[in-house]
């Protein structure tokens, strides 16, 4: 079965543009099949981006599981700090590419299986994840472990999830690695947690 989170090179492209408004500033996106929400900029990674402050905690941050790029693009635009993407969806990185040549930043992309691609020595002040349900709960408490392994000592983990998406188990799951997780934000049964190393 098609889904996101995998690289299906027969779906049939075609690409489409949307609009998303940040705060008071205006984004162009590009979507296409085969990438998640691709209609419009999905309430969870809105209400992540609304919910998110950007830490003091040297070193730059990573989008991962970047999808179409929405959500580093808006931390671009906002932070001088670097920012980094990665996908395991082909599509979805090109895609985010054109998204920051689009609306004018600069993003180091990365096309892998979770953080896999991306060089072991950068270590990241805060990454950002509205992980890929789809792919199931190993998959995605995989990416918490390894992002836990790539942040320096006092990054966060922000994750958006929803309750009957598995909040609970993903709160639980985080307290077992992490120094300490707290809900940030919620709403319409959507989770914002922040988890620090």
Known sequence: MSHYYI????LKSNP?????KYLTKEFNFKTD????????????????LKSIEINDIEGPILDLCCGYGVVGIVLATITNKK???????IRA??????????????????TG??????????????ILLNPPIR???????????????RLNKGGELDIVIQKKQGKDSTFKYLETIYSKVEVINKDKGYFIIKAIK
Request: aromatic residues 16%; charged residues 25%; glycine residues 4%.
């Open 7 to 10: 690289n299906d090179k027969n």
């Open 16 to 20: 489409k543009f949307i609009k998303y």
């Open 33 to 48: 099949n085969g990438v998640f929400s691709k209609e419009y900029v999905d309430f969870g990674t809105n209400l992540l």
């Open 83 to 89: 920012i980094y993407a990665t996908d395991i969806n």
């Open 93 to 110: 990185v090109n895609l985010a590419k054109d998204n920051a040549l689009l609306n004018n930043v600069n993003i180091d992309f990365y």
């Open 113 to 126: 299986d979770k953080l896999e691609a991306i060089p072991l020595d950068i270590k990241f002040s805060q």
């Open 135 to 149: 792919a199931g709960k190993e998959v995605i408490f995989n990416l918490y472990k390894d992002s836990y392994d």
